[in-house]
């Protein structure tokens, strides 16, 4: 069975620094790549940032650009999310995805960023 499971998240100041993290299970991590969303209330899932099964690509959302680095260690079956320069825009629930199926995203529960002073 395919899990993720997401943790990092919390309260901090804007222009502080947090690092999320996904622990995957279930599947040939090293196999696929992996994506960073976010949703804040009231808004639609945001695509912000993306790695290749190796690592060596990425991509990011505009809005995150600069600021966040998506990295990933297939070893231990986890990708990261340094999020640095935080704004309070940033403020969402963060889910890490995988689609062992093209078109079919598999979530983890989320972790809760909060970015207020």
């Known amino acids: 069975e395919v899990r993720l499971a997401e943790s990092g998240g919390a309260l901090v100041q804007p222009g502080g620094s947090l690092r999320l993290s996904c622990s995957a299970s279930g599947f040939t991590f090293s196999n696929y790549t992996m994506r960073w969303f976010r949703q804040a209330v009231g808004m639609k899932r945001e695509l912000i940032a993306t790695?290749?099964?190796?690592?060596?690509?990425?991509h990011y959302a505009d809005s995150v650009k600069g600021r966040f680095t998506i990295s990933r260690h297939n070893a231990e079956n986890t990708v990261f999310l340094q999020m640095d320069s935080l704004k309070p825009d940033d403020t969402a629930v963060y889910y890490c995805?995988?689609?062992?199926?093209?078109?079919?995203?598999?979530w983890g529960q989320g972790t809760q960023v909060t970015v207020s002073s």
């Open positions: 995805s995988v689609q062992i199926i093209f078109g079919i995203d598999r």
């Open positions: 790695i290749s099964n190796t690592g060596d690509i990425k």
